[in-house]
C-alpha cells in the first residue's frame, strides 16, 4: 500500500513550504489521489485526542469520488487511556523521587475538546503517586498540577510531552528562560524532560491498532 503524509497544520505548513520542502493538505493529498485513480483511501490520524483539528481538518473534509476511512487519534477509546498509560509507565522517574507532569497542548476556544485530557488525568492520579497532567490551553490548566507538585515534597519535576514530538510549546513554554515557564514557576524543583511520543514504540503500537480497526471497515 501506498503511504502519503498530509499536514493539518497551518504553521508547519508554512514553515516547512518556507524551506522548500514539499508538503500537502489532505485536500490536496485527496486530490493527487483522484488523478492517480485510487479508491480506497485510509486517513490515520497523528492527533493526541479527537479534538477541533481532527474533526475540521480531517473528518469534515470533503472526499468526493474516494472510499473514505479514518483511524483514530491516540486517545479515542476506552482502552486507550490505559494502554497509554502503561507505555509511558517505563519512563517515568520513581514517585518517590520526582512529580512527574504529562504536558498536554489543549484548546482554550473548545475546552469541550479537553474532555479525553480531564479523564487521563483522572486516570494517571488514580493509579500513581505524584503523576498528574496539566495543560497549556483550556482545563485542567496548570493550577492543580503545580499545586500538587510543590506539596509532594520532592525536588524533582519531571516533563513528559503528550505530543509526537518536544517542538516549540515544550522548548519554550515547558522549558524555557521565561520567568512563566513551567520549569521556572516550579523552581527551586530541578526539571528534565523527555522526548516526545513518536519516539515511544509502545506509543506507536497504539496508532497502529488503530489503523488495524480502519481497515477492518472497509
Known amino acids: 500500500n501506498d503511504i502519503r503524509w498530509a499536514f493539518t497544520s497551518e504553521g508547519v505548513i508554512r514553515k516547512l513550504r518556507g524551506k522548500g520542502i514539499a508538503c500537502y493538505t489532505l485536500p490536496e493529498v485527496y486530490e493527487i489521489l483522484r488523478r492517480e485513480g485510487k479508491t480506497e483511501v485510509l486517513v490515520q490520524s497523528l492527533h493526541i485526542v479527537p479534538g477541533q483539528e481532527f474533526h475540521e481538518k480531517i473528518v469534515m473534509v470533503p472526499a468526493k469520488g474516494l472510499n473514505v476511512k479514518y483511524g483514530l487519534p491516540l486517545l479515542s477509546e476506552d482502552d486507550d487511556f490505559e494502554k497509554l498509560f502503561k ?53 485542567p490548566g496548570t493550577e492543580s498540577a503545580f499545586a500538587d507538585a510543590r506539596a509532594a515534597g520532592v525536588e524533582r519535576v519531571h516533563f513528559v510531552p503528550l505530543m509526537l514530538v518536544a517542538g516549540r510549546h515544550i522548548m519554550e513554554d515547558v522549558m524555557g528562560e521565561g520567568e512563566n515557564s513551567w520549569k521556572n514557576q516550579l523552581s527551586p524543583m530541578k526539571a528534565t524532560v523527555e522526548e516526545g511520543l513518536g519516539y515511544n514504540d509502545d506509543v506507536i503500537e497504539i496508532y497502529i491498532e488503530h489503523i488495524g480497526k480502519a481497515l477492518d471497515q472497509f
Open 87 to 139: 507505555a509511558l509507565e517505563p519512563r517515568f522517574p520513581p514517585e518517590e523521587e520526582a512529580v512527574t507532569i504529562l504536558c498536554a497542548h489543549g484548546n482554550k476556544r473548545r475546552p469541550e475538546f479537553n474532555a479525553p485530557l480531564l479523564k487521563l488525568d483522572s486516570y494517571i492520579r488514580n493509579h500513581r503517586k505524584n503523576t498528574f497532567l496539566a495543560t497549556i490551553e483550556g482545563p
